[in-house]
């Protein structure tokens, strides 16, 4: 069975730093994996996805992750962040049964000072 | 287009009563997800269907909790009898299965059970 970690609860910056928000997962095939962001009393949006080919991917809001086969790694990344970008960010593994269902991680809460 | 809808937004009951949750799948998508969000937890895939049919009912909790979806518009989610454990944000998502597994999430229900 698959699984996806978010080490860091909780991350603070200071608008206009960079940020990146770490992912690892477990899953004994070629993952899909996604990254969601839910601001305040929202739902999820997708971010970004991979799922083969070029292992970096660019996403909305000026987003990017990475792919990182040998460190079973998918990590956010965003160059300057705004204030707008603070919500919480879900990291998430296709399941293996037919790809069909998520398992997401428990987030990561992203603070930003002005 | 309308997006995932779910009623209601908020529900409050009291321990012991049937609570039952709603949402609307985006016309022309074919899968839906049911996920659970607590603090303690995070994001929990309680269910999915694929054409009206339960595929993965794994993470349903326990017997209390059911799941329905009569037609490919619309899908419930039940609790009875409801207990203050319960009280969490419940997600209804979408998705259409070709090729694309781009997930579109309503607002959730905030559930408090007192």
Redesign the interface.
């Known amino acids: 069975a698959q699984s996806v970690t978010q080490p860091d609860i909780h991350i603070t910056v200071s608008e206009g730093a960079s940020l990146e928000l770490r992912c690892n997962y477990s899953y004994g095939a070629t993952p899909?994996l996604?990254w969601?962001v839910q601001s305040p009393?929202?739902?999820?949006?997708?971010l970004l996805?991979y799922?083969s080919g070029d292992t970096l991917v660019q996403g909305i809001k000026g987003f990017e992750a990475e792919f990182k086969r040998s460190q079973s790694s998918f990590n956010l990344r965003k160059p300057s962040v705004h204030w707008s970008d603070a919500a919480e960010y879900?990291c998430a593994v296709?399941k293996d049964?037919g790809?069909?269902?998520?398992?997401?991680?428990?987030?990561t809460r992203l603070q930003v000072q002005p | 287009d309308a997006g995932?809808i779910q009623s209601p937004r908020h529900e409050v009951t009291e321990m012991g009563q049937e609570v039952t949750l709603r949402c609307k799948p985006i016309s022309g998508h074919n899968?839906l997800?049911w996920?659970r969000q607590t603090m303690m937890r995070?994001?929990?895939?309680l269910i999915?269907f694929?054409n009206n049919v339960p595929?993965?009912d794994s993470g349903m909790p326990e017997d209390r909790f059911s799941a329905k979806m009569p037609n490919a518009s619309f899908s419930t989610l039940k609790i009875q009898p409801s207990e203050p454990r319960d009280s969490a944000v419940y997600?209804c998502?979408s998705r259409r299965?070709r090729g694309d597994?781009?997930?579109f999430?309503?607002?959730?229900t905030q559930l408090s059970v007192l």
């Open positions: 899909y996604f969601y009393g929202q739902g999820l949006q997708l996805k799922f879900f296709g049964t790809r069909r269902a998520l398992t997401f991680g428990s987030g | 995932v899968s997800f996920y995070g994001l929990e895939l999915y694929n595929i993965d997600f998502a299965d597994e781009k997930l999430f309503g607002s959730g």
